[in-house]
């Protein structure tokens, strides 16, 4: 069950309501700068662990009409569509309801997730997924530096992974080891923990003993969550 910290209590919450009802995840995006989008994309982190865990998932944008540069470069760093919650009006308070916020940010009573604050540097990279990566590397509850150390970080390990995935993908597929695929769920049904996420997969692919048709299943299955685009270059070698 996914469980993450209620910022406003600072107690562990469930996420997904008991039976898999409908969760409502709603951002809080009322600006369109680097922290704001790191809003979005942890929504859209939370929208696709609960839909990995079989829960229906309703996504809602508050602040955001008319927000077209945010809106843009959400989608670029393949961020689901939200809906405008200014054009779906009545009937909000029907599902359980996720918040996720800035820190410090406006929004209504309920389970809350805040989100630690961007501090930008370079313009963003050419492949927007090597600026989600650098998003990711850190818990939403801390702090991104977007330098360039942080973004070439994220960028050499992009590339990598990349170059790996398309190799491994050449040898016949084994699955999902069991104790790698509980440690993966356990790491993002732990408050979203996204970086312990990313360490799983650096200890697959440094295993000597995992087969590379294990670590291509591992990594094309993590990616549901982490939406890096890591089979992009199958084919290619």
Same mark, same amino acid.
């Given at each position: 069950?996914?469980?993450?910290?209620?910022?406003?209590?600072?107690?562990?919450?469930?996420?997904?309501?008991?039976?898999?009802?409908?969760?409502?995840?709603?951002?809080?995006?009322?600006?369109?700068?680097?922290?704001?989008?790191?809003?979005?994309?942890? =929504?859209? +982190? @939370? %929208? *696709? /662990?609960?839909?990995? #865990?079989?829960? &229906?998932?309703?996504?809602?944008?508050?602040? !955001?009409?008319?927000? =077209?540069? +945010? @809106? %843009? *470069? /959400?989608?670029?760093? #393949?961020?689901? &569509?939200?809906?405008?919650?200014?054009?779906? !009006?009545?009937?909000?308070?029907?599902?359980? %309801?996720?918040?996720?916020?800035?820190?410090?940010?406006?929004?209504?009573?309920?389970?809350?997730?805040?989100?630690?604050?961007?501090?930008?540097?370079?313009?963003?990279?050419?492949?927007?997924?090597?600026?989600?990566?650098?998003?990711?590397?850190?818990?939403?509850?801390?702090?991104?530096?977007?330098?360039?150390?942080?973004?070439?970080?994220?960028?050499?390990?992009?590339?990598?992974?990349?170059?790996?995935?398309?190799?491994?993908?050449?040898?016949?597929?084994?699955?999902?080891?069991?104790?790698?695929?509980?440690?993966?769920?356990?790491?993002?049904?732990?408050?979203?923990?996204?970086?312990?996420?990313?360490?799983?997969?650096?200890?697959?692919?440094?295993?000597?003993?995992?087969?590379?048709?294990?670590?291509?299943?591992?990594?094309?299955?993590?990616?549901?969550?982490?939406?890096?685009?890591?089979?992009?270059?199958?084919?290619?070698?």
């Amino acid at each position: 069950m996914l469980r993450i910290i209620d910022a406003r209590t600072g107690e562990p919450a469930d996420a997904a309501p008991a039976r898999r009802g409908l969760t409502r995840v709603e951002a809080h995006a009322p600006g369109s700068d680097p922290t704001h989008l790191r809003v979005l994309l942890v =929504a859209d +982190l @939370l %929208a *696709r /662990a609960l839909e990995i #865990g079989g829960t &229906p998932v309703w996504a809602l944008l508050t602040g !955001g009409h008319r927000q =077209a540069e +945010l @809106l %843009a *470069r /959400a989608m670029a760093l #393949g961020i689901r &569509p939200f809906e405008d919650s200014h054009d779906v !009006g009545a009937g909000l308070g029907e599902a359980q %309801a996720v918040h996720v916020a800035a820190e410090g940010g406006a929004a209504p009573d309920g389970v809350r997730i805040a989100v630690a604050p961007v501090r930008p540097g370079p313009p963003d990279p050419a492949d927007p997924a090597v600026l989600r990566l650098a998003l990711l590397t850190r818990h939403h509850s801390a702090g991104v530096p977007l330098d360039e150390a942080a973004l070439a970080e994220a960028a050499a390990t992009l590339a990598r992974w990349r170059t790996a995935v398309a190799r491994w993908a050449r040898s016949p597929s084994r699955p999902v080891p069991d104790d790698v695929r509980r440690r993966l769920r356990h790491a993002w049904e732990d408050d979203l923990d996204v970086p312990g996420v990313l360490d799983v997969l650096r200890r697959v692919e440094s295993d000597p003993d995992l087969p590379d048709g294990a670590r291509f299943e591992t990594y094309a299955h993590a990616d549901r969550l982490l939406g890096l685009d890591l089979t992009r270059d199958l084919g290619s070698f």
